[in-house]
């Protein structure tokens, strides 16, 4: 079975201070790992996702996440926030072929203020 | 290029009911993801149709069923509706083979159950 927890259900940075997401999956075959954007009153946008090579991995508007095996984490970085970063963000993992349904953690909400 | 289309956008039923929920993949993929998000929570996973059998399954009852049809679309079914049932309702598509795990959501259904 596969799962991930994601540490903090709010998170508050200010505009231009770093922003760092947290999350830890487990599985038992070698995952595929995501991050997901979600905004008000719409679906899940898909920020990067981690399935083999680089562990460290690039995505849109600035972010990036590091594969750490021997942490078991998938952690969310980006070196400036925006105001318009605010919004929720869920980490993902899935297997592939028939396994690939993807199992989400229970979100984080991502406030930045001024 | 379409991406993942959902209808209706909002739904309002009352207990005991039943509903249709229908979805129109990205162009090119032929799988289609179901995934029940509730109020403050993660995503779901329902259910995964491809070449029009369901593939894998969730932990849902059985009142909720699905079909896809031969242009890949495809259409979530739930009975007898109960309040539990209100949630966003999120559609993904992928391609099945190297990249099934790249799953591109829809924006969803909101269903409220009254």
């Known amino acids: 079975a596969q799962s991930v927890t994601q540490l903090g259900s709010h998170v508050s940075v200010s505009e231009g201070a770093l922003v760092l997401l947290r999350c830890n999956y487990s599985?038992?075959?070698?995952?595929?790992l995501f991050w997901y954007v979600q905004y008000p009153n719409q679906g899940l946008q898909l920020l990067l996702k981690y399935t083999t090579g680089a562990t460290l991995v690039k995505g849109i508007n600035g972010f990036e996440a590091e594969f750490k095996k021997s942490e078991t984490s998938f952690h969310l970085t980006k070196p400036s926030a925006h105001m318009s970063d605010a919004a929720e963000y869920f980490c993902a993992v899935s297997g592939t072929g028939t396994a690939s349904k993807l199992t989400f953690g229970t979100g984080t909400r991502l406030q930045v203020t001024l | 290029d379409a991406g993942v289309t959902q209808s209706p956008t909002h739904l309002i039923k009352t207990r005991g009911q039943q509903v249709t929920l229908r979805c129109s993949p990205k162009?090119?993929?032929?799988?289609v993801s179901w995934y029940q998000q509730a109020l403050g929570q993660g995503p779901q996973f329902i259910f995964q149709?491809?070449?029009?059998?369901?593939?894998q399954r969730g932990n849902f009852p059985d009142r909720f069923s699905g079909h896809q049809f031969p242009n890949y679309s495809s259409e979530l079914n739930v009975n007898a509706l109960l309040l539990g049932d209100s949630a966003l309702y999120l559609c993904?598509?992928?391609?099945?083979?190297?990249?099934?795990?790249?799953?591109?959501f829809g924006p969803g259904t909101r269903l409220t159950v009254t």
């Open positions: 162009s090119g993929h032929d799988t």
């Open positions: 993904a598509s992928s391609l099945s083979g190297g990249l099934v795990y790249e799953q591109y």
């Open positions: 599985s038992s075959v070698p995952p595929y």
């Open positions: 149709y491809y070449e029009e059998e369901e593939r």
